[in-house]
């Protein structure tokens, strides 16, 4: 007699069939993200773009993360019928998550600080979602664990999970995407691609990429103020922690989150929030478009980069995102009250803006 344990479950399997199809067929119906020419005088030899992640169906580049997190799941064994789907999150990951949640029919947690704003809780309850309330931001983590297990649920885990649920081989992942847009451009490879990190998933996808793809582009990451990321990756500590979240929604981070890959960051670029903020605006006087804080972040950091071509005497391109749109934002980032109240002073920082925009070179207010 052999020892055999045997936990096959066929109607379990084709639940879990149903719904890897019930995904994939959402993902056929979804065109691609486009890639904006962002306008910069022909003159100067260097054109950059914006990936315009704000026309997902759930708005934000989450919509990318929550697919590869349900995929994960699902294809792991980790989330099967009934299954309560539960995250941390205080904000456009908890949006995309509720929503597949509710196309596989299942109920979906989103653990949160009370602090988050009434804009994301109400966007997440549209979607079916439920939101949990903890008062301390670094407390969500171990409630969503605590959450899940206690209804024999799973805990989808973006911090830790987002750099391994995306294929970053390809599959039609945002850094092949980008290429694939790039390929009848004067410079269809990028000098330098520029994201911020808020679980580190997109860096890492796009930096792992690059060396796969062994093309020669740059990854730059943007980090904000109080977060972590920056000093971490500086002195080399992976458990750095500032305990201060950031004001910038969707990145920086008040501890260097697991799913930042530092290895494949070839420069970090601190942003002074109020330079941020000042570049979402000068984007919106340039394009009439409207993002979050995090493209006004990586908007200076990708600008800052072109005058330094510019002032070497390079030509080639810039690639950043748009990583989700304005309209989130309006009583925040694009109300002038709400900018005053943080005490930020937004008039230096639209001054190199414009500075830069007339004559490509890159002075930094004092
Ligand atoms: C999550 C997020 C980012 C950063 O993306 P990661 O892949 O999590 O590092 C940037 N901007 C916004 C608006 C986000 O929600």
Redesign the pocket.
Known sequence: MSDVVDRSDPAGRAWVDRAVATVEADARRSADTHLLAYPLPPEWGIDLYLKD?STHPTG???HR?ARSLFLYGLCSGQISEGSTVVEASS???AVSEAYFARMLGLPFVAVMPRSTSREKVALIEFHGGVCHFVDRASDMYDEARRLAAECGGHYLD?FTY?ERATDWRGNNNIAESIFEQLSAERHPVPEWVV???????????IGRYLRYRRHRTRLAVVDPENSAFFPGYEAGEPDRTTGTPSR????GRPRV?P??VPTIVDRMIRVPDAASLAAVRHLETTTGRRA????G??LWGAFSLVAEMLAAGRSGSVVT?L??GGERYAHTYYSDAWVAAQGLDLAPHAATLRRFAETGRWEEAA
């Open positions: 992640e934000s580049l989450k993360l904000g456009s990951t973006q987002a994201v911020g990190a808020g679980t580190g998933g997109t860096s890492a996808t910038i929604e969707g990145i989150e799913s930042f979050g804080g995090s493209t972040t990586n995102l990583c989700d």
